[in-house]
């Protein structure tokens, strides 16, 4: 079935599942149609806000997203979830669950969800995620928001191609100094203390002793007072007041319309524009990754440099120069 640009743009579901499929691919020979269907889409994007949830395992992330999309159609948006699960090193799977886990949202017709393997990817996010945003913002879904894997380091990925970076706390999660250990916390645009019905007087106590931390840090927003709310994805509690702080969000950037994009003298565009560049770096290095091992050169000697260091007898540093010198020498014209 040959993708139809024309029908993404309609909002045909199966056509843009379809499209996600092949720009997900990793099969050599998808590659040339899957960059002809971004350039033919591209000036279809960007009409959307952005939004990445993180947080520990057991903060809730997939309830929170359902009930926080359900509220995000109650105010009129339609919404696209992209859900990144981890891919197993071992067998090379991913469950791919968040469907189940969010049955109503899945099932509404203003949601697309959509599950996705990091394919080993770091950064909490897949290979293929913004080319995945731009799609679903081409078929019409002006609220995205991005599902990370977990919370930690390398999560700043996923605060690379999205414009409001929320993190998702529990009520004792840790004390003061912890919070500021955890760099996640120099990516985020709002804090959100969930299941604070669970334990009151902890989740204020949590709210409390995160807006002190974030008081001695330097926001990644300009002139953006990064705000602590508390709340809860099941009872409801405090998804309004998110909701107009996202809004208040995308005023202080300049960015009040999604039925245009980002005016360009707006931070929203600067934003959008160091995204596009980040996307350039790292289809570069993904390139340049995937063509080193394929080189002939790099083949010819790579079984038996590992030999070597993993017996002992050539240093690591060692091995990679003359792989690397193996590699430019089969680059030579």
């Known amino acids: 079935m040959k993708i139809e640009v024309p029908a993404i743009l309609a909002g045909d579901r199966r056509m843009l599942a379809r499209a996600i499929t092949l720009i997900e691919s990793t099969r050599p020979e998808d590659e040339l149609e899957a960059d002809a269907l971004l350039q033919e889409i591209l ?3 960007g009409r959307s806000v952005r939004v990445a949830v993180s947080g520990s395992p057991g903060a809730g992330k997939s309830t929170f997203i359902e009930a926080f999309g359900m509220k995000s159609i109650q105010a009129g948006s339609k919404v696209a979830v992209l859900a990144v699960d981890p891919t197993s090193s071992i067998t090379g799977g991913s469950i791919l669950g968040d469907k189940t886990r969010m049955s109503i949202l899945s099932a509404h017709p203003s949601a697309f969800v959509r599950p996705s393997p990091s394919g ?9 995620t913004r080319e995945v945003i731009w799609l679903v913002e081409a078929a019409g879904f002006d609220r995205i928001i991005l599902e990370t894997v977990g919370v930690g380091q390398s999560e700043i990925d996923a605060a690379g191609m999205t414009d409001f970076y929320l993190l998702l706390q ?3 999660a840790g004390d003061e100094l912890q919070g500021i250990k955890k760099g996640i916390l120099e990516i985020a645009d709002c804090v ?4 604070s019905d669970m334990d009151r007087p902890s989740a204020l106590r949590s709210r409390a002793e995160l807006e002190s931390a974030l008081h001695y840090q330097r926001p990644r927003t300009s002139g953006w007072q990064i705000p602590v709310l508390a709340g809860s994805a099941t009872t ?4 309004d007041q998110l909701l107009v702080t996202l809004h208040e969000f995308c005023i202080h950037q300049g960015y009040n319309d999604l039925t245009v994009k980002p005016p360009t003298s707006s931070l ?9 560049t980040d996307w350039m770096h790292d289809r570069i290095k993904d390139g340049l990754v995937r063509n080193f091992y394929a080189s002939a050169s790099v083949r010819s000697k790579l079984t038996e440099v590992e030999t070597k260091v993993a017996n002992g007898t050539l240093l690591a540093t060692e091995a990679v120069q003359k792989l690397f010198d193996a590699y430019r020498q089969g680059s030579m014209p």
């Open 170 to 172: 529990l009520p004792n």
């Open 268 to 276: 929203f565009h600067l934003r959008r524009c160091a995204q596009l």
């Open 43 to 45: 000036p279809q994007t």
């Open 192 to 195: 959100f203390v969930n299941k």
């Open 236 to 239: 409801g509690e405090g998804l």
């Open 120 to 128: 080993g990817s770091l950064g909490g996010v897949s290979r293929r």
